[in-house]
């Protein structure tokens, strides 16, 4: 999904509010939050791509306003109800106030997978173009690269593609390439000596 | 860590949220005994930035074994005893005088947690997402890391599986010193990119 998430390039964000040496966790709640995403996230057998959309359902004020950590309890509370470990109701009772959990679905599921790509289709030094494509449900490909050349750096071997494991029990595995781009090409304002490097599945690539 | 959680009539909205959770699932019998004190003791004390700094400072003291790392990080950091989550596909790039690279989760919060622990909140935060892959020339050096002009700036986006480690330059004068002292001379900023040592 076109989700709040998605925020390479982006512009108008100030600051990057920076510490040299911060604590894994400021707060106690944290860590529990990352407890309880962890047990969650076992408990329903959610997959990195179910969890991952989970947090890119929440909605878009919400997820600009709340640290990450409360993103994971969000993702964790919104999965738990959904594979129907709690209520949302329980949850607002037990909390004393809203709770708000992420919003729905937009793709339907997915009933097959489709065919694995064993082979790569492109080597180091290939160039290639991103598909221009927006997709309802989970995605990791990000939205400044779509419809964009750049030129294939490495072949990562084959991984299971986010696309489907966040919307079936299937599994479809794809080779990953990490394809670099010229800032020129990604930006009217690119700055120059710049590349960026983005992993992509081979089904984002025309 | 703070003591506040102890204290419930000053619970913020967020952490009564997160007592809510953590009540029902107990209930439910799916939170283990002692699991959400593992979890935050494993974090405090045994995953994080040293992890790394280790690898860096092997990688400095001994060429093949820096040889190594940049060919088959995964493999390279095993040697040292770390891997796992977000760990199982390294790739380890190498800072020069000409070249710096840096690295960013632009979709969410990936970040190679064997080595460099869980993020830093700024990580995680929209305008280091938003801003390193437009401008990170500016963005750097707005963070303190002021590159000279002619440096070649490589911005990783860590959007598969894949999870980079950025070796830093060794610094000047370090000739003499011993693997551990190297390794305290290594910041959690400088392998993640947004500092030089």
Same mark, same amino acid.
């Given at each position: 999904?076109? /989700?709040?998430?998605?925020? /390479?390039?982006?512009?108008?964000?100030? %600051?990057?509010?920076?510490?040299?040496?911060?604590?894994?966790?400021?707060?106690?709640?944290?860590?529990?939050?990352?407890? &309880?995403?962890?047990?969650?996230?076992?408990? @329903?057998? !959610?997959?990195?791509?179910?969890?991952?959309?989970?947090?890119?359902?929440?909605?878009?004020?919400?997820?600009?306003?709340?640290?990450?950590?409360?993103?994971?309890?969000?993702? %964790?509370?919104?999965?738990?109800?959904?594979? /129907?470990?709690?209520?949302?109701?329980?949850?607002?009772?037990?909390?004393?106030?809203?709770?708000? &959990?992420?919003?729905? &679905? &937009?793709?339907?599921?997915?009933?097959?997978?489709? !065919?694995?790509?064993?082979?790569?289709?492109?080597?180091?030094?290939?160039?290639?173009?991103?598909?221009?494509?927006?997709?309802?449900?989970?995605?990791?490909?990000?939205?400044?690269?779509?419809?964009?050349?750049?030129? @294939?750096?490495?072949?990562?071997?084959?991984?299971?593609?986010?696309?489907?494991?966040?919307?079936?029990? /299937?599994?479809?595995?794809?080779?990953?390439?990490?394809?670099?781009?010229?800032?020129?090409?990604?930006?009217?304002?690119?700055?120059?000596? @710049?590349?960026?490097?983005?992993?992509?599945?081979?089904?984002?690539?025309? | 860590?703070?003591?506040?959680?102890?204290?419930?009539?000053?619970?913020?909205?967020?952490?009564?949220?997160?007592?809510?959770?953590?009540?029902?699932?107990?209930?439910?019998?799916?939170?283990?005994?002692?699991? $959400?004190?593992? $979890?935050?003791?494993?974090?405090?004390?045994? $995953?994080?930035?040293?992890?790394?700094?280790?690898?860096?400072?092997?990688?400095?003291?001994?060429?093949?074994?820096?040889?190594?790392?940049?060919?088959?990080?995964?493999?390279?950091?095993? =040697?040292?005893?770390?891997?796992?989550?977000?760990?199982?596909?390294?790739?380890?790039?190498?800072?020069?005088?000409?070249?710096?690279?840096?690295?960013?989760?632009?979709?969410?919060?990936?970040?190679?947690?064997?080595?460099?622990?869980?993020?830093?909140?700024?990580?995680?935060?929209?305008?280091?997402?938003?801003?390193?892959?437009? =401008?990170?020339?500016?963005?750097?050096?707005?963070?303190?890391?002021?590159?000279?002009?002619?440096? =070649? $700036?490589?911005?990783?986006?860590?959007?598969?599986?894949?999870?980079?480690?950025?070796?830093?330059?060794?610094?000047?004068?370090?000739?003499?010193?011993?693997?551990?002292?190297?390794?305290?001379?290594?910041?959690?900023?400088?392998?993640?990119?947004?500092?030089?040592?």
């Amino acid at each position: 999904m076109d /989700g709040i998430h998605d925020l /390479g390039g982006r512009q108008g964000f100030g %600051a990057v509010t920076h510490s040299p040496a911060e604590p894994a966790f400021h707060h106690h709640w944290e860590a529990v939050a990352r407890a &309880l995403m962890m047990i969650v996230t076992d408990a @329903v057998e !959610a997959s990195g791509g179910e969890f991952r959309h989970s947090i890119e359902r929440m909605e878009p004020g919400h997820y600009l306003t709340s640290s990450y950590y409360e993103h994971w309890l969000t993702a %964790a509370a919104t999965l738990a109800v959904e594979h /129907g470990l709690v209520t949302h109701t329980e949850l607002e009772a037990r909390a004393g106030g809203r709770f708000p &959990l992420s919003g729905p &679905l &937009l793709a339907p599921p997915v009933a097959d997978g489709g !065919a694995d790509v064993g082979e790569p289709r492109f080597r180091a030094g290939d160039r290639v173009r991103v598909r221009e494509w927006h997709s309802p449900g989970h995605t990791r490909c990000p939205g400044y690269v779509r419809g964009k050349a750049g030129t @294939v750096v490495r072949v990562d071997g084959t991984h299971s593609v986010p696309d489907i494991e966040a919307h079936s029990t /299937g599994r479809r595995y794809e080779p990953t390439y990490s394809v670099r781009f010229d800032a020129t090409d990604l930006w009217r304002d690119g700055q120059y000596g @710049v590349c960026v490097h983005v992993d992509l599945w081979d089904s984002y690539l025309e | 860590m703070s003591e506040e959680g102890h204290h419930p009539a000053a619970l913020s909205p967020v952490e009564q949220r997160v007592a809510a959770l953590e009540a029902l699932l107990t209930e439910r019998g799916l939170v283990p005994e002692g699991f $959400i004190e593992e $979890i935050t003791r494993r974090y405090e004390s045994e $995953i994080g930035p040293m992890n790394g700094a280790k690898v860096v400072a092997r990688a400095w003291a001994d060429p093949e074994y820096k040889q190594r790392l940049l060919a088959e990080g995964t493999a390279a950091i095993a =040697e040292l005893g770390f891997g796992g989550e977000e760990g199982e596909h390294m790739v380890v790039v190498e800072n020069t005088a000409a070249v710096h690279n840096v690295v960013v989760c632009t979709l969410c919060s990936c970040y190679p947690w064997p080595v460099l622990g869980l993020p830093p909140a700024w990580y995680k935060d929209p305008p280091y997402r938003a801003r390193m892959v437009r =401008e990170p020339r500016a963005l750097l050096a707005e963070m303190g890391c002021q590159l000279p002009g002619d440096v =070649e $700036i490589r911005v990783w986006d860590s959007s598969a599986e894949v999870r980079y480690l950025v070796l830093p330059q060794r610094p000047p004068g370090t000739e003499r010193m011993t693997e551990a002292e190297l390794a305290g001379l290594v910041t959690r900023d400088s392998m993640i990119g947004v500092a030089r040592l």
